[in-house]
């Protein structure tokens, strides 16, 4: 096998992380770890603060903070977990799923560009992602086990 495949992985994701965040500050004044965690919020619903940061890969006072700046902008409504404790549950305002839908449609477009300005074909490369994907959530779950 010739390549680096694992330093050229990382250095894709990591210059697309900062294309996005560059693309989502100058144009809606997010930065794309905002747009992350509303994004999975609206993708898991009513949630909790643990399984964002699950989700997100950071720590849960990290995520407590950027909660607290998303809810003072309306974006998010941040409620004490009936069951008690100090566990909090996240939802999306109205305004946050319709930014969320706006940015992800922007987003999505862009990056469907710039997939097929490098000649790979779009729904390839979507149907390849989803297999990698897919295949690392069934080696993590067979790790577990």
Request: net charge negative; glycine share 8%; no cysteine.
């Amino acid at each position: 096998m010739d390549g680096n495949l694992s330093l050229n992985l990382h250095v894709l994701v990591a210059r697309l992380d900062r294309a996005a965040d560059r693309i989502l500050r100058a144009e809606h004044n997010i930065s794309y770890s905002r747009f992350l965690a509303l994004t999975l919020v609206g993708e898991l619903g009513v949630s909790t603060q643990r399984a964002l940061a699950d989700g997100l890969g950071v720590t849960e006072p990290s995520v407590s903070r950027m909660t607290g700046v998303l809810a003072a902008e309306g974006l998010v409504d941040v409620q004490p977990d009936p069951a008690g404790g100090n566990r909090r549950q996240l939802s999306l305002t109205d305004e946050g799923k319709r930014l969320v839908a706006t940015l992800r449609q922007e987003f999505e477009e862009k990056l469907a560009a710039l997939v097929a300005d490098s000649g790979v074909p779009y729904a390839e490369f979507a149907e390849h992602t989803e297999r990698l994907l897919a295949t690392l959530d069934r080696v993590e779950r067979e790790s577990t086990k």
